[in-house]
């Protein structure tokens, strides 16, 4: 971890945030991701992680890095000594994956590094909430949306209900915060759940875990602006910077003002 120290920032909803950048430099076969080349993975690390270090916002004050490939790590440890004026706190953590079941895609091993990853940080210890983010993406909107929440969250992910001629629902993995509290109730472990069938997809096991809090104090299925990333898909290898892709969020954003209660 570095040992260099900045200024305390104080959220303005009383929330101390650890920021959660998960990574696989050298994804398993069987995760099924189509952005699978090393090299490629890495530089995204490496482009993540100068954005979060420039953030000012509270909730990327203090950085966790988390990688379950055994990759080496030295790049972006060097760019968290190096390229960090706010001289932020960064923690990397290297936890071996367990192979994935049969059947079962990366979710399995990203919510097993998670719990792992928790169990083991230092920097956990001195906060309140976490901010799981893949840490190949950025969200450049992340702070502006929790400024906009009437408090600190307990749980704030952006669930979805596919439109006809489709069936489901599911939650965005890529990006979700909650208190220490709701993660150890409701998302620890979530990866022992997951199965062949109705709940193969991360997305869908999620949904399952988080829809019953609906309506409890401090749960918001739904982020209140849109928080598009920018970078790569790793599951079909596509940029989310394409003209379908921004129709998409263009149609998403204006559901939110117009149709709240519609979850695209």
Not at 22 to 29: D, E, G, L, R
Request: with cysteine.
């Amino acid at each position: 971890m570095s040992t260099a120290s900045i200024s305390e920032i104080h959220s303005p909803h009383a929330a101390t945030w650890l920021l959660i950048m998960t990574a696989t430099i050298q994804p398993s076969p069987r995760a099924g991701v189509l952005r699978a080349d090393p090299a490629l993975r890495l530089a995204d690390y490496q482009r993540a992680l100068r954005f979060w270090l420039g953030q000012t916002h509270p909730c990327a004050a203090r950085i966790l890095f988390l990688e379950n490939s055994g990759s080496d790590l030295s790049s972006l440890q060097a760019i968290a000594q190096h390229e960090n004026p706010a001289r932020k706190l960064v923690e990397f953590l290297s936890i071996p994956a367990s192979p994935i079941p049969e059947g079962f895609n990366y979710g399995y091993s990203e919510m097993e590094l998670l719990d792992a990853g928790l169990d083991r940080s230092e920097l956990r210890r001195d906060t309140t909430h976490i901010i799981k983010t893949t840490g190949r993406l950025i969200f450049p909107a992340l702070g502006h949306a929790l400024d906009l929440l009437p408090a600190a969250p307990e749980l704030l992910i952006d669930c979805r209900r596919f439109p006809w001629p489709r069936r489901g629902a599911d939650a965005r993995v890529q990006l979700f915060a909650c208190s220490h509290a709701y993660y150890q109730s409701h998302l620890r472990g979530t990866h022992r759940a997951m199965n062949t069938t109705d709940l193969r997809l991360l997305e869908q096991l999620l949904y399952s875990r988080v829809i019953p809090t609906l309506g409890q104090p401090g749960v918001f299925l739904r982020f209140p602006c849109n928080i598009d990333p920018v970078g790569y898909s790793g599951f079909k290898a596509r940029s989310y910077q394409t003209v379908g892709q921004r129709f998409d969020q263009a149609i998403r954003a204006l559901l939110r003002h117009i149709a709240p209660s519609c979850w695209y």
